[in-house]
């Protein structure tokens, strides 16, 4: 079904166990899933899966653990129930496993946390549609029959539970099957105790634990798993039985005089700690009693008991209790339950005070010490920024600084990048999904991805995050919570600006798709011939591939007509959407007068550039009627009025609009990562737009719109400190040299335009940081002139008066149909003129 969300939750005790003589290779075969340690003072013991989908769920809730032998070898029993939001008998199961195991992750942090609820509840709604239950009551499930999920904790017991539901019957048998019995056999004397009517048949596992010091034999009938018979049709009364495996199966079996039976099954053996009879030191377990008026349970599951065997049958053996070793040889001061990597940051989560200071050793994959860090005032949450590469850390472990013993369990380190990429949201899934067709060469998927960035709300969704009700941080001493009050989702925590960056970083879609678009190398010629020619033609390329795969022109799928069409509509429809965008921006129509360009914004522009940079030089030969017709996505059509269907209709509305809006200024992050994408994100996006300007030709009306694009790129995406731009500036040109010389098929003006760019734009551009800087304004200027203005950026002067008003045009303006030119700097007056009072004018 497409699981991603994959946690394992694992008894604190025996996952430091584990620890303790690691491999160095924990994870590696898949590392798409998270581990959390539970802590309890006895034995975390459940084994329940529970898996949810859109509209479906699976639980399944028994004796196996998560092993090779739980799954496979072993005689296990298992309860395994379906939800679907068409036909929810199962809900009120769902709702009590639901709630237990939301329980066990309230208190974790990072994200765990979020892992183990928000991606739950956004993936999975029906979760909070199901009904609120009563803790330990009998409930309905399929065909009419009902089932209780009991549980151990602090108030109350299996055991209890037990009493409390079925005390009152008349029970007439009993029949216990479990690997592991109290030596002195406690428990069975307590249910000999409680239903004095029945006979008890105890199964016993030889090689397990039995009751080798039980006194009082009377009603107790003892019976060899090995011996038992289990059918292997269990809807017949066939005789083709199986011999049995390792007990492992935890059952307790009721029959009642009115012939109504009860079955107990699941993680509890027969002990004390199990069935929590001493609820003080009962372990972590879940089992559920199912009631039955129809069949027998036992024939149910195929078991034959056959004839008794006397006790004397089972040798006894020297009797260890292992988990309290467990319990001793690993508690700790402090307990350690995840360490996160995120970005530079390494992210501790851990409980229990300690006064001293601390020292955090770093294992290696080689399980060595490869660093440390002492820490004075240890905090729950520690947020570390070592200087060491956090990619070569396996595993981490607390020790006090003074004594250098161990004072926490270890634990393995995630990351958090790797653990985002399985949120299983059906959008991202479907992204990822392309973004890996287009990587494989699958360019037909391309204009797939624009519904993608055009749906991109990433840092809205992180903004929604922030408001959320929350204010008191998690932590592991006061957010326990019943299972009923988990349904209250105000619980998360509140996100800070940090987070806000950081949840931008991680999930920004436009910045994956932009990502993907940067690798694709665009084709000049794209042939569709008959079958016989293009299998030349395929013959033809793979003997002129030269080995150097990252130059070559990648294979294309070749598409039909319609396929063409089809692409450019959308294509075309992805530029009017960004036009739209940022000329609402600029105009102040949708927007506030205190909005900010922000990551997603940079991202989207950027992506436009890259599918004008891919489709500008690609062009299709398809026969038609026998005629070979050339067919471009976009075209170089240069004749006013510009539109999107052309390179430069395209580039003038993009970049225009988009440079305008940058006028606002842009967004601040707090995170460094993010500072750092975005200022790597805006100096690529001027690099591009450069490039994309000066691929193109320019005639010598265009030509203001050239000298103003450039000065505008420069001005709004570039350096305007005159101190340091000179070496940003030499950077930039070396950029574009290479950028260029990395072309499948550069057209012959960028060379000229190259030239011009470094002959005449850079040293105004530097001209004019210097006057402003200097503050030497001029009054007047010609007709002609270039125009530095705060309010528009580089203007071309188009007309002057006397009185100094103009008449300014620039791409980015809005098109005047009159004067066949970009000259509306606002949407209410055709033509409008503006006075200057002082401003800067360039002769370019």
Not at 27 to 48: C, D, E, R, W
Request: aromatic share 12%.
């Amino acid at each position: 079904m497409g699981i991603q969300n994959i946690n394992v939750l694992i008894d604190g005790h025996y996952y430091s166990e584990l620890l303790n003589n690691p491999t160095g290779d924990e994870m590696k075969l898949a590392s798409g899933y998270s581990i959390y340690p539970i802590f309890q003072n006895t034995v975390f013991h459940p084994k329940i899966w529970f898996l949810t989908g859109k509209e479906e769920g699976l639980l399944i809730i028994g004796s196996g653990n998560l092993t090779y032998s739980g799954n496979s070898n072993n005689d296990e029993i298992w309860g395994a129930f379906h939800f679907s939001t068409k036909h929810s008998d199962n809900a009120g199961i769902f709702s009590a496993a639901w709630s237990y195991i939301n329980h066990l992750c309230s208190s974790s942090e990072g994200l765990f946390n979020e892992k183990t609820n928000r991606w739950f509840i956004d993936n999975s709604k029906w979760l909070n549609s199901l009904p609120a239950i009563t803790p330990f009551n009998f409930l309905s499930i399929a065909n009419n029959e009902q089932i209780a999920f009991l549980y151990n904790d602090t108030n109350s017991s299996i055991w209890q539970q037990i009493i409390n539901l079925i005390g009152n019957e008349i029970i007439i048998e009993i029949t216990t099957i479990s690997p592991f019995y109290d030596i002195e056999g406690k428990a069975l004397i307590a249910l000999k105790q409680a239903f004095p009517n029945a006979e008890i048949n105890v199964v016993i596992e030889k090689s397990a634990t039995f009751p080798q010091n039980l006194q009082d034999l009377s009603n107790f009938h003892f019976f060899d798993w090995q011996s038992i018979r289990i059918r292997k049709n269990t809807n017949s009364d066939s005789e083709e039985f199986y011999y049995p495996s390792k007990l492992h199966a935890k059952i307790i079996h009721f029959k009642t005089k009115n012939s109504t039976e009860f079955c107990l099954f699941g993680s509890a053996n027969v002990t004390l700690a199990g069935l929590g009879i001493n609820i003080k030191n009962a372990n972590t377990e879940v089992s559920l009693l199912y009631k039955s008026t129809k069949t027998s349970n036992l024939e149910k599951l195929g078991i034959v008991l056959g004839s008794p065997v006397p006790f004397n049958h089972f040798q006894s053996h020297p009797f260890s209790q292992p988990k309290f070793s467990l319990i001793s040889s690993n508690s700790f001061k402090i307990k350690l339950f995840s360490a996160e990597i995120v970005f530079d940051e390494l992210h501790i989560f851990s409980s229990g005070g300690y006064s001293n200071p601390v020292c955090i050793n770093f294992f290696d994959y080689q399980c060595n010490i490869c660093y440390n860090e002492v820490i004075s005032c240890l905090q729950p949450n520690e947020i570390l920024k070592p200087s060491f590469p956090l990619n070569e850390i396996h595993h981490i472990q607390f020790f006090d600084n003074s004594s250098n013993s161990p004072i926490s369990n270890k634990v393995l380190i995630s990351d958090v990048i790797s653990l985002n990429k399985t949120n299983p949201n059906s959008k991202s899934e479907r992204l990822e999904s392309l973004l890996n067709e287009i990587q494989q060469g699958d360019n037909s998927k391309i204009v797939e991805l624009l519904k993608f960035a055009i749906d991109d709300d990433t840092e809205n969704e992180s903004l929604t995050q922030l408001q959320l009700k929350s204010s008191k941080k998690t932590n592991h001493t006061d957010t326990k919570k019943t299972p009923l009050e988990l349904y209250d989702l105000n619980s998360y925590n509140q996100l800070d600006n940090s987070l806000l960056s950081k949840h931008v970083l991680l999930n920004s879609t436009s910045f994956k798709i932009l990502d993907a678009l940067k690798l694709i190398i665009p084709s000049k010629r794209i042939n569709q011939q008959v079958s016989e020619i293009q299998s030349d033609l395929e013959e033809l390329d793979m003997a002129t591939i030269s080995g150097d795969e990252l130059n070559e022109p990648q294979k294309n799928q070749l598409p039909s007509l319609s396929e063409i069409k089809s692409n450019k509509r959308k294509i075309i429809s992805y530029f009017e959407f960004i036009d739209k965008l940022f000329t609402n921006v600029y105009l102040e129509k949708q927007y506030s007068n205190d909005y900010k360009i922000n990551h997603t914004d940079i991202s989207r522009y950027s992506i436009a550039l890259e599918l004008a940079r891919i489709y500008g030089a690609t062009s299709f030969m398809i026969p038609e009627n026998g005629i070979i017709k050339y067919h471009k996505i976009l075209s170089f059509n240069e004749e006013k009025p510009y539109t999107m269907h052309s390179m430069k209709g395209s580039i003038f509305k993009l970049l225009g609009a988009f440079l305008l809006s940058c006028r606002l200024g842009f967004n601040e992050y707090t995170f460094t990562h993010t500072q750092n994408q975005f200022c790597q994100l805006k100096y690529d996006a001027l690099l591009s737009t450069i490039t994309s300007i000066l691929f193109l030709n320019w005639s010598d009306s265009e030509k203001p719109y050239f000298k103003t694009a450039l000065l505008n790129s420069l001005h709004y995406l570039g350096d305007n400190n005159p101190n340091t731009c000179t070496d940003f500036l030499n950077q930039l040109t070396n950029d574009i040299s290479a950028k260029i010389a990395s072309m499948n098929s550069p057209r012959l003006s960028i060379s000229d335009n190259f030239i011009f760019f470094n002959a005449l734009i850079i040293p105004a551009f530097i001209e004019t940081l210097n006057r402003i800087n200097s503050k030497l304004f001029d009054k007047t200027a010609r007709r002609g002139s270039i125009i530095y203005i705060s309010l528009f950026g580089y203007c071309y002067a188009k007309n002057v008066t006397d009185n100094n008003k103009f008449v300014l045009t620039r791409p980015g303006f809005l098109w005047d149909n009159l004067n066949n030119d970009y000259t509306r700097y606002n949407s209410d007056t055709h033509c409008p003129t503006i006075e200057l009072k002082s401003f800067i004018a360039l002769d370019i």
